[in-house]
């Protein structure tokens, strides 16, 4: 509940590392100029990686394991003067071994390098050097963490445009499950959202061709085009038959961030980060405070199924309700690699009280926010168990082309415990009216284990039927946390709405 206001944050200071290593980024803009400049023999990767000073030997064994799996890849190489993307394959895999955020077997690397390559089943003499590598790759980072991976030049290209919040297509995040894709969950006010697309869908088929048997990425590619064109999807859906939907492509703009006041309460709704994050609550407030033509009551910020965005972006959105204290740390694979954000001084909202909502599908950067607040005790957490995917993944761009999207550190909260695997459990858990199905990171293939006990440190439980219903979508969750805010205290809100303190 509020206290004494602190001074309002009139400026903002970002946070100057982000998921992109900007060494990395810097070489990548540089390298036709060092590939145009440089001269004498060998390909142009080659000298590429040459001039840069990467090619610095193998330990004898992990140099011996190298040569086993260079072995395999030309077997299968078209031409034999094709081999140049081997130099390709040996820098990404020197990246993976030296910073990945766990030490890994160089043989195991390898041997899952030689694995995508053979599961192609291809016939000896019959890939180019572009298509090997890209299976190497592939299969060497599925055989770490879920979210480490191989991006080829369009991949890279599609993460960047989505990390500025636009992008061409449907309006949907998904994922693969039993060779389909599944539907996380429809971006508000998008084409598939406007549709009828929900989340746990799963796409059959794209324009009548089969999904099964395809790559996310090359679903994702399907199911993209032109603004204004036309797509025909087989959707499955439980308890009913397969069903065909028909959505006309758009160009998706993320709005990261949406507002509305109800009664005096702000209701600032966070539904992805982005580099336009911040920008957008800082006008969020500005707007509350012209429609309410003074400071509101209470806060609502609605991290639900918000799956995480730029780390910056979550310290700020923290740092904005923070006037002190750590936010949030970052943890590598050496003792040494650590790197703290504290909070600056000053309170965008002005002390008043704030909740905060999650839900299972709050993952990455909104469960960093949930911590923070929470463990400041600047905020009260309603809703349930939030995602728990605590790492950090670097983009490292490859020469030339591609990059490495590469697990490199834990998150930690200022509790000192990581999130990984584990997640933000909420103050005051409110029960869902219907029960949800849904996998946390824990349930993850090769997901990084959790280093300690799942806590569960809930004051309270509250059921959802409880609640009012509040606007069209009838959101209980925010009825209870509208209904906390006006309650004067905890104490009150649980006895009004028939809810059990817990010891």
Known sequence: MPGAKPTRKTRRVTPQTQLLVIGFLLLA?????????????????????????????????????????????????????????????????????????????????????IKGIEEKKPTPGSLSGGALAEAALDGMTASLDPHTSYLNPDEFRETMVQTKGEFGGLGIEVTMEDGLVKVVSPIEDTPADAAGLRSGDLIVTVDGNPIQGKSLHQAVMMMRGRPGTRIDLIVRRPGVSDFPIRIVRALIHVQSVKWRTEGRVAYIQVRRFTDTTEGGVIKAFAAVRSALNGDPVGVVLDLRNNPGGPLNQSVILADIFLDQGEIVSLRGRQAGHKRVYDANTGDLADGVPVAVLINGGSASASEIVARALKFHRRATVMGTQSFGKGSVQTILPLPVEGALKMTTALYYGPDGKTLQARGVAPDILVKPAEKVDRRREANLPGAIPASAAEGRDMRATVSENNCPEIGEKKDRLLGCALAYLGAGSEKNFLAAYGGQQRM
């Open 29 to 113: 803009t540089l390298l036709p100029g060092i590939s145009a400049c440089t001269d004498g023999a060998g390909s142009p990767l080659g000298r590429v990686l040459s001039a840069v000073g990467v090619q610095s030997p193998l330990p004898p064994e992990s140099a011996q394991e190298f040569e086993r799996f260079s072995g395999v890849f030309r077997r299968y190489l078209a031409d034999p003067k094709d081999d140049e993307k081997l130099d390709y394959v040996g820098f990404a895999f020197r990246r993976l071994r030296t910073s990945y955020v766990q030490e890994v077997s160089d043989a195991d690397l390898l041997q899952a390098a």
